[in-house]
């Protein structure tokens, strides 16, 4: 949790991805959800604000020197909202057939808003600097950024990375709690039929290119969000009595600790799935 002792809020957060043991679909949707609990503990009412930010990771194509990713290919980010969730939605140009090529999506299922698509265009500083003048004014969020003229200053270099703010408000009457969830989805359904990189080394595949599993169930990143949404209670509810059943267990510490240290290997790209049967 969050506190101070100049702040009369508590802030508390919780995030999960399913992993339900039994149930390898449901252990397997490309996303992950962070609810934040926001609690006045003052004496007056307070008007908060909790923002979410992401920057479109499509269209990687590899990272430079100082570690920035490189884009390859023009990217889009684009605000939605279906009535029941809200949220912006990242894609690109790249190729369908290509390893770069994929959906992101931010979503809150929260009405009281403000969205910032696309942070200002500039030099590496310039869009984290007029987003938190921004929002450290009000808590609020302008759809467009000050400057109209996106890209078209007189920098040579221009950040071609698009990244974009979700925020969420609420006004708290003293003892008052409010929560608010984002969730964070993808779809990247292109991977190369090898392990590459690091330790392995590249096998002689060529350019052939397997699907992810996933991406037949969850085609873009919304349907996933759509989905995670609407089954919510039950993700949450049968990934904590889960957590609650290994934690609570009898077994030695030492064996908790390490089955719990090791799950990561199940829920990474360490283990996935490839083609229509998830082989």
């Given at each position: 949790?969050?506190?101070?002792?100049?702040?009369?809020?508590?802030?508390?957060?919780?995030?999960?991805?399913?992993?339900?043991?039994?149930?390898?679909?449901?252990?397997?949707?490309?996303?992950?959800?962070?609810?934040?609990?926001?609690?006045?503990?003052?004496?007056?009412?307070?008007e908060?604000?909790?923002?979410?930010?992401?920057?479109?990771?499509?269209?990687?194509g590899?990272?430079?020197?100082?570690?920035?990713?490189?884009?390859?290919?023009?990217?889009?980010?684009?605000?939605?909202?279906?009535?029941?969730?809200?949220?912006?939605i990242?894609?690109?140009?790249?190729?369908?057939?290509?390893?770069?090529?994929?959906?992101?999506?931010?979503?809150?299922?929260?009405?009281?808003?403000?969205?910032?698509?696309?942070?200002?265009?500039?030099?590496?500083?310039?869009?984290?600097?007029?987003?938190?003048?921004?929002?450290?004014?009000?808590?609020?969020?302008?759809?467009?950024?000050?400057?109209?003229?996106?890209?078209?200053?007189?920098?040579?270099?221009?950040?071609?990375?698009?990244?974009?703010?979700?925020?969420?408000?609420?006004?708290?009457?003293?003892?008052?709690?409010?929560?608010?969830?984002?969730?964070?989805?993808?779809?990247?359904?292109?991977?190369?039929?090898?392990?590459?990189?690091?330790?392995?080394?590249?096998?002689?595949?060529?350019?052939?290119?397997v699907?992810?599993?996933?991406?037949?169930?969850?085609?873009?990143?919304?349907?996933?969000?759509?989905?995670?949404y609407?089954?919510?209670?039950?993700?949450?509810?049968?990934?904590?009595?889960?957590?609650?059943?290994?934690?609570?267990?009898?077994?030695?510490?030492?064996?908790?600790?390490?089955?719990?240290?090791?799950?990561?290997?199940?829920?990474?790209?360490?283990?996935?799935?490839?083609?229509?049967?998830?082989?």
């Amino acid at each position: 949790g969050l506190s101070a002792d100049k702040l009369p809020l508590t802030v508390n957060m919780t995030a999960f991805s399913p992993l339900i043991p039994g149930n390898e679909e449901d252990s397997g949707i490309p996303a992950v959800c962070f609810r934040y609990t926001v609690g006045n503990e003052g004496d007056k009412p307070c008007e908060i604000s909790v923002c979410a930010t992401q920057s479109n990771f499509t269209s990687c194509g590899g990272f430079d020197l100082f570690g920035n990713m490189i884009v390859r290919d023009e990217q889009k980010n684009e605000f939605f909202d279906d009535g029941k969730i809200r949220g912006l939605i990242f894609s690109s140009k790249a190729p369908e057939n290509s390893r770069r090529y994929g959906t992101m999506c931010l979503s809150t299922p929260c009405r009281n808003y403000t969205v910032k698509p696309e942070w200002l265009a500039g030099g590496w500083w310039d869009g984290a600097h007029d987003f938190f003048n921004e929002f450290a004014a009000d808590g609020k969020l302008s759809y467009n950024s000050a400057d109209s003229n996106q890209g078209e200053g007189r920098l040579e270099f221009v950040v071609r990375l698009k990244t974009g703010s979700l925020a969420c408000g609420a006004l708290l009457q003293p003892g008052e709690k409010a929560e608010f969830e984002f969730v964070l989805s993808w779809c990247f359904p292109n991977r190369p039929k090898s392990w590459e990189g690091h330790v392995c080394p590249a096998r002689d595949c060529g350019d052939e290119i397997v699907k992810n599993y996933y991406s037949y169930r969850f085609p873009d990143a919304l349907s996933a969000a759509k989905y995670f949404y609407e089954n919510y209670d039950r993700l949450y509810g049968d990934s904590l009595n889960f957590a609650d059943a290994l934690f609570s267990s009898d077994a030695d510490k030492w064996i908790i600790d390490a089955v719990n240290g090791t799950l990561s290997v199940l829920r990474s790209t360490t283990c996935f799935r490839i083609g229509r049967e998830g082989t």
